[in-house]
Structure formats: structure tokens, C-alpha cells
């Protein structure tokens, strides 16, 4: 931008006249080749080759001793800047630290311009100036390129170096990372699932026994009652049938033994009757001796029912 505005400016300088032949270029000329006299050759930049056939210029009477490059555009670079007017304060402190490029684009536009100035009469200074320009210009474009290549080759080997480090470090922070990691977590865990196994085995402890005796209990007083109940109907049964076969069986027993008695008794009542019987014939023939006897040996009178009842027996 810096460049821009300096070339605008000196052009805008410029617009009034444009031949070579008008009052403006002459004095521009003029005030070139006072500047240049009063400017030294630099030092650093070493003699351009310049072709045999064209003559050197300090030949010339007129011609004014050829400066360096540097002197030349900065020359040139503080004469733009001075023509720009209040934009130069701005533009110097944008270009405090310039950069090599910035330098070299500079002394290209300040060539230019140089030769814009100079026009065709001194063509040949101006293609000196240019040519020490343009070998400075390559030289310093190479050594730049060099350095860039050797820059990057150091900042790829640099990166290759610190991304290995890097990958290394972190490789082996994240091994130890994980494994100091699995030990805490495998600690962790340990005393986590003990104490959850304590606590679990002891809450299942305690549930399980609640839960068994209420079942035990609940199971024992489901099978009491069921065992009660299967108990007051099996006695019940036996009862029923005890009773029943008691009843069948006293029946049958009572009935065997009136059998027996009725037998006994009428064997006996038979025995007794015909014991009777024998007795009172015994007793009847006794007592018919004895009649005989007492009618025999006593005399007295036999009372009727007595005669009748032995004529009954006699007979």
C-alpha cells in the first residue's frame, strides 16, 4: 500500500507534463543528476559487467558519476515520501521492520520510477543501475531461497525430532497412565466390591432369614392345620368305624353269648329237671317207704290225701 501511495504521488507530480522536451522534466533531471553526484557508490555491491561495445559512463563530460542501487532508491524512496505529505510520519511508522521482500519490492518500484524519470537520454546509467539491481535482486532472491530451504529442512527435521519426542513421551506416560490407572481402578473396584459384597451379603443374610422364618412359619401353620384337620378326620373315621365294627362285633358277641346262655340255661333248666325229677321219684319212693313203713310199724289212721296219693303213685 506504502508503494502504491508513492507512486501515485510522484505520477500525480508528473501529470502537468509528460514529454521529455517540457520545463518540469528537464528540472526533475537536473535535480537527479545533482543528487546522484552528491550520492557515493556503495561499497557492498560489486561492479555490474557491462558490455564492451557501450562506453562506461564517466566518459562523458556531462554524464554524472553512477551511485549505488541502495543510495539511489533511497534516495528516491525519501524524495516519494516527501511528496506524500501528511501520509509519511504513517507510513514510516507502518515501516519500521520492513521485511526483505518489502525492501526488494521497494528498490523495484524505485527503479521504475527512476527510469521513468531519467526517460531515454540516460538509458544506459539507468541500465547499469538496473542491472547491479537485478544481480543483488537474484542474489539476495537465492540466498533467501536457501535459506527458506534450509529453514524448512531444519523446522521438518525439528518437527520430525519433537513429534517423536512427543510420541514417545506420550506413549510412554499414557502406558504408565493406563497402568497406574488399572491398578487404582482394580483397587477401586476391589474394595468396592467387597464392601458391596459385605453389604449385599449381609442385607440377603438378613432378608433370606426373615423371609425363611416367615415362610417356615407360614409353612408349619399351613401344615399344623392341614395335619390337624387330617388328624380329626382320620380319627374321626377310625372313631366311625371302631364304633361300627365295636357295635358289629358286641352285636355279634351278645348274640353269641345269649346263644350260649339260652343253651346253657336250657341244658341246665333240662338238668335241673331231670335231676328234679330223679330227686322227687327218690324222694317220692322214699317217702313211699317211709309210709309203708310208719303205716307198718304204726298204728294209726292214714290221713285220706295221703291214701290217694299213694294209691295214685301205685297205680
Known amino acids: 500500500m506504502c508503494l502504491k501511495r508513492r507512486k501515485t504521488s510522484s505520477s500525480a507530480q508528473q501529470k502537468p507534463t509528460h514529454g521529455p522536451n517540457s520545463t518540469d522534466s528537464k528540472h526533475l533531471k537536473e535535480k537527479d543528476q545533482c543528487e546522484l553526484a552528491n550520492v557515493e557508490p556503495s561499497p557492498k555491491i560489486s561492479t555490474p559487467k557491462v558490455s564492451t561495445t557501450s562506453p562506461p559512463a564517466a566518459s562523458t563530460p556531462d554524464a554524472p558519476v553512477v551511485p549505488g542501487p541502495d543510495h539511489v532508491l533511497e534516495k528516491v524512496v525519501v524524495e516519494s515520501d516527501s511528496s506524500a505529505g501528511g501520509n509519511a510520519p504513517q507510513q514510516q511508522q507502518q515501516q519500521q521492520h520492513p521485511s526483505e521482500k518489502t525492501k526488494l519490492r521497494q528498490k523495484l518500484e524505485g527503479a521504475k520510477e527512476l527510469l521513468q524519470r531519467w526517460g531515454f537520454n540516460n538509458n544506459k546509467k539507468a541500465a ?27 523446522l521438518q527435521a525439528f518437527r520430525a525430532t519433537l513429534l517423536k519426542d512427543i510420541q514417545e513421551d506420550l ?11 488399572r491398578e487404582d481402578l482394580r483397587e477401586d473396584l476391589r474394595v468396592d466390591l467387597r464392601v458391596d459384597l459385605r453389604e449385599g451379603l449381609r442385607d440377603k443374610q ?25 388328624l380329626r378326620e382320620e380319627l374321626q373315621d377310625k372313631q366311625q368305624a371302631f364304633e361300627k365294627n365295636l357295635r358289629e362285633e358286641l352285636q355279634d358277641k351278645q348274640q353269641a353269648f345269649e346263644m350260649d346262655i339260652r343253651g346253657d ?17 327218690v324222694f317220692e ?24 296219693q299213694y294209691q295214685l303213685r301205685a297205680s
Not at 128 to 133: G, R
Not at 172 to 177: L, N, R, Y
Not at 210 to 229: A, G, I, P, T, Y
Not at 265 to 281: M, S, V, W
Open 128 to 154: 547499469m543501475v538496473l542491472i547491479k539491481i537485478s544481480e543483488e535482486l537474484m542474489e539476495r532472491v537465492d540466498n533467501m531461497e536457501q535459506s527458506q530451504q534450509q529453514s524448512r529442512e531444519t
Open 171 to 181: 506413549h510412554e506416560k499414557q502406558h504408565v497412565f493406563e497402568k497406574n490407572l
Open 206 to 230: 438378613q432378608s433370606f432369614g426373615k423371609n425363611l422364618r416367615e415362610d417356615l412359619r407360614k409353612d408349619l401353620r399351613d401344615k399344623q392345620q392341614v395335619f390337624e384337620k387330617n
Open 265 to 281: 340255661l336250657q341244658k341246665k333248666q333240662q338238668d335241673f329237671e331231670a335231676n328234679l325229677q330223679k330227686k322227687q321219684h
Open 285 to 308: 319212693k322214699n317217702l313211699q317207704k317211709d309210709q309203708e313203713n310208719t303205716l307198718r310199724n304204726h298204728d294209726f289212721p292214714i290221713p285220706c290225701f295221703l291214701y290217694l
